[in-house]
């Protein structure tokens, strides 16, 4: 039995059952599609079987290397955009201590920072200059090895290790996660001697995690990618082999939510109590944006982090346009406890908790947020699970996933391309001159 759980009892006012049972053909034939890789995108569907077919030998060499990468780092910088660093962040900063940044020396595994993620000056130069006095090595992953992004960032490392290391430990210091056979980053890593893992053709960025994309630097954190494995496995065959819609809480959660979608609820946003799973609802707007907005149509994922954003998006979430609606992702137990002492003067009233959990307030303000958000008419789905572990985030991982195909090919689009991203790559290309964009590059230039 899977331990995430979909529950759905705040969009009763909004979704009635009878509605849902009228997609269980719909969803039969979308999950068909899924299954038997005969819909759009069906070259993009090795994430489906994935979980079951990471071989062991692979899982073996991706610790040892996290080994090596341990014992003569002091950090570990992952090079990558977009699905080629989100996942892994996402469930590096879920695991680890909030504070884990300011307190890596103490501990046996590497800071692990990012970079090519974005491109800003003041960010790569501040991160080089931080690894001036540190061990370090890289992990660049890019199946081409030409994304802007990340190849200019790795371009500055790879000078950067190789002036502090020389050439030869600086090439036992760089992990390349790209394409089997070709790309500039395999021709490059073929040459120097990187060590190298592969990226699946079958597999798109947003959707990597479960591959040494997501793998490698998860286990460099120190967590254990056999438990984070296992919960997907457990939710890949739950899920295969549950064809009840009300029990599938992949299929459940994609067509209540299209379901709310298709009444004008057309902003989905996920809202989670527990600040280290910010990073998780990074991940989870870049899988749901990238796959579902396409051909103008889409639910718009955005995300907020309760209950510091009840006081600022909060209101517009209570009183705003009515075109919401909220998935809570509820974590039932945190990892330590800490109770409210009682105070001899009182001066803050707040007496009344004296000897309960946070976990007790914070729930009791999650509960009451609910009510009052689905009160003004912003219906709540809630993902509950019950704390946060590998397996746990492995369950969630496939479960996002599958609900996400799923809500696609409900939707009418192929929820694995991305034909959108290719628009600023083309006009960024024009503007910076870059040759063979000549033609582009004068019209834009007629356009400012």
């Known amino acids: 039995m899977v331990q995430v759980k979909v529950k759905i009892d705040n969009t009763k006012d909004f979704v009635r059952k ?54 003569k780092s002091q950090v570990a910088v992952v090079v990558g955009i977009g699905g080629s660093y989100l996942g892994a962040r996402a469930i590096i900063d ?30 790569t130069a501040e991160l080089l200059d931080f690894l001036d006095d540190k061990e370090y090595s890289v992990i660049v992953i890019s199946k081409s ?42 021709t490059l890593s073929d040459k120097m001697s990187y060590k190298t893992y592969v990226i699946p053709d079958d597999v798109g960025g947003r959707y990597s995690v479960l591959t040494p994309v997501g793998l490698l630097p998860i286990a460099v954190a120190g967590f254990d990618i056999g438990a984070f494995i296992k919960g997907a496995q457990t939710m ?55 796959s579902e907005g396409k051909g103008q149509r889409g639910i718009f994922p955005a995300g907020v982090n309760f209950t510091t954003d009840l006081h600022s998006m909060g209101q517009y979430i209570q009183d705003g ?36 959990r946070l976990s007790y307030v914070n729930k009791m303000a999650e509960t009451g947020t609910m009510l009052a958000h689905v ?40 929820p694995f391309d991305q034909p959108g991203v290719e628009a600023y790559k083309k006009n960024m290309f024009a503007l910076l001159e870059k040759p063979g964009f000549e033609e582009e590059t004068a019209q834009i230039r007629k356009r400012l």
């Open 145 to 186: 090895g030409t994304t802007t992004e990340p190849a200019i960032a790795f371009r500055l490392l790879r000078k950067h290790l190789e002036e502090k290391y020389g050439k030869e430990e600086a090439s036992q210091r760089i992990y390349a996660v790209t394409d089997a056979s070709k790309g500039a980053l395999k």
């Open 321 to 356: 346009m009515r075109n919401l609606f909220e998935t809570v992702v509820r974590v039932e137990q945190p990892e330590k406890s800490l109770e409210i002492p009682y105070d001899e003067d009182n001066l803050d009233g707040l007496n009344f908790l004296a000897g309960k």
């Open 375 to 414: 009160d003004g008419e912003v219906p709540n789905i809630e993902i509950v699970l019950p704390r946060i572990n590998e397996n746990v985030l492995g369950e969630l991982v496939y479960f996002f996933e599958m609900a996400c195909a799923i809500s696609g090919y409900i939707l009418e689009i192929n």
């Open 18 to 71: 009878d509605e849902i049972k009228l997609f269980k053909s719909e969803v039969e034939l979308q999950r068909r599609k899924v299954y038997k890789k005969t819909g759009e995108g069906s070259d993009f569907l090795g994430w489906v079987d994935l979980p079951g077919n990471i071989p062991e030998d692979l899982i073996e060499r991706i610790r040892k290397d996290a080994e090596q990468i341990r014992k």
């Open 236 to 290: 890949q065959q739950y899920l295969a082999k549950e064809d009840d819609l009300f029990k599938n809480p992949a299929a459940l959660y994609a067509v209540v939510r299209n379901i709310l979608y298709r009444k004008g609820k057309t902003t989905e946003v996920m809202a989670n109590y527990t600040p280290n799973m910010l990073f998780f609802t990074e991940w989870w707007k870049q899988l749901y944006g990238e």
């Open 94 to 123: 879920a695991l680890s201590n909030n504070f884990y940044m300011m307190q890596h020396t103490k501990g046996e595994n590497p800071l692990v920072v990012y970079a090519g993620q974005n491109i800003g000056e003041d960010y």
